[in-house]
């Protein structure tokens, strides 16, 4: 990809925006087991930095995707992984649809306040059931007179204690289970919607995530985004976006973990000597740089097939496997050359240990991955 100063000026305002606004904040958050969403996402939004590839005539900028993404990219710099997390739920998974196929009312009502960082959302897909399995959903959306009544519950719902609506995943007819789902937008101040505490995480401590409760909640038909039926369509569209932004999410904060252990295997002797020149370490953390470049390449090349319209659903589905690989490996063999100071809970590597497990089974499982690759392959029996 070609990188215009656009570009850099979009890098340079994300990492100042870290530097001041969030890294000094993280250590209290985490210890909190909350960070203040409005607050942080107000003054990202005073940025432009919610809206970057979202329609301007709703407070976006309105430029194309790989502006998002070199965004994303630079929130890896977080110092831990609950803040981008969080974010990319806002920017890259509870908004795509309503952005792409929301009437102008529910753009109008609700986008341009994400967008603006005067209100904070969440995505409603996954169920204590379903996970990975979207089709299995059972949460109901049933219609009466100009409303739909909303019965069920959703599971690991990220920034939900603090959202002010929820984009929700819904069966909303007894069709086939591909074409009976819409997404629909669901206020938290409405009756019958209530959410559990906050779940106690391994990792991404300072991202509140809980389960969410509909109890005949009613809401308009007119939150209903796009068509009827078109949910799941709707969901495995916002589910690319969704993967790119987890896997370039995690490229710096992978380099951070390598540089930090370059760093402290530099000084730390044992032996006589630098850990840093044993050739099992240092090679190793050559391979490791060398991985993460590949993972920033194939995400590279998703972002740009994206950006020319055509479908980049194999790349991404490459680029969320190999991340899910990488954030099992990388945060634990640098633990490991950290010896017994990695396994302390406020180490660096150790929260990125944690942290990154998640990747390999929020927004796709990597098995659901390998399977998307096999159908591209044609290897699985009677697909191609």
């Known amino acids: 990809m070609l990188f215009t100063e656009e570009h850099e000026s979009i890098r340079r305002t994300v990492a100042g925006f870290i530097e001041k606004e969030v890294n000094p904040h993280v250590d209290q958050w985490e210890e909190e087991g909350i960070f203040p969403?409005?607050?942080?996402?107000?003054?990202?939004?005073?940025?432009?930095?919610?809206?970057?590839?979202?329609?301007?005539?709703?407070?976006?900028?309105?430029?194309?995707?790989?502006?998002?993404?070199?965004?994303?990219?630079?929130?890896?710099?977080?110092?831990?992984?609950?803040?981008?997390?969080?974010?990319?739920?806002?920017?890259?998974?509870?908004?795509?649809?309503l952005a792409r196929f929301g009437s102008d009312e529910l753009r109008e009502r609700f986008l341009a306040p994400a967008i603006a960082g005067d209100m904070v959302c969440s995505i409603g897909v996954s169920e204590p059931h379903a996970g990975s399995d979207v089709a299995a959903i059972k949460t109901t959306a049933r219609k009466k007179g100009g409303d739909y009544v909303?019965?069920?519950?959703?599971?690991?719902?990220?920034?939900?204690?603090?959202?002010?609506?929820?984009?929700?995943?819904?069966?909303?007819?007894?069709?086939?289970?591909?074409?009976?789902?819409?997404?629909?937008?669901?206020?938290?101040?409405?009756?019958?919607?209530?959410?559990?505490?906050?779940?106690?995480?391994?990792?991404?401590?300072?991202?509140?995530?809980?389960?969410?409760?509909?109890?005949?909640?009613?809401?308009?038909?007119?939150?209903?985004?796009?068509?009827?039926?078109?949910?799941f369509t709707y969901q495995m569209m916002q589910f690319q976006e969704e993967r790119l932004a987890g896997a370039i999410t995690t490229v710096k904060g992978l380099e951070q973990c390598i540089n930090q252990t370059i760093a402290y295997t530099g000084q730390r002797e044992a032996f006589g000597r630098p850990l840093i020149d044993n050739q099992i370490i240092h090679m190793r953390l050559a391979e490791m740089q060398m991985e993460v470049e590949c993972l920033r390449a194939v995400c590279y090349q998703a972002c740009e097939k994206y950006v020319n319209g055509e479908d980049?659903?194999?790349?991404?589905?490459?680029?969320?496997?190999k991340c899910g690989q990488l954030t099992r490996t990388i945060p634990s063999d640098c633990l490991q050359f950290w010896g017994g100071m990695g396994f302390m809970w406020d180490n660096p590597v150790s929260r990125a240990y944690r942290d990154m497990r998640l990747t390999s089974i929020g927004g796709g499982a990597d098995e659901v991955m390998l399977g998307i690759i096999c159908k591209h392959m044609g290897t699985l029996p009677g697909r191609a």
């Open 37 to 97: 969403a409005h607050e942080l996402f107000r003054k990202a939004g005073d940025l432009g930095l919610l809206g970057i590839s979202k329609p301007v005539e709703y407070g976006g900028m309105g430029l194309d995707y790989s502006y998002n993404m070199v965004a994303l990219e630079e929130w890896g710099l977080t110092h831990c992984g609950s803040i981008p997390m969080a974010l990319a739920v806002q920017t890259d998974m509870a908004t795509p649809a």
């Open 150 to 231: 909303i019965n069920g519950t959703k599971m690991w719902i990220t920034n939900s204690t603090q959202a002010d609506f929820i984009v929700v995943l819904a069966n909303t007819s007894d069709d086939q289970k591909h074409r009976n789902k819409s997404l629909i937008v669901v206020p938290t101040d409405t009756p019958g919607f209530s959410h559990s505490e906050r779940l106690n995480k391994l990792g991404m401590r300072s991202s509140d995530t809980a389960q969410l409760f509909f109890d005949d909640v009613v809401v308009p038909q007119s939150h209903l985004i796009g068509e009827e039926g078109m949910g």
């Open 312 to 321: 980049p659903t194999l790349l991404a589905s490459y680029a969320k496997l």
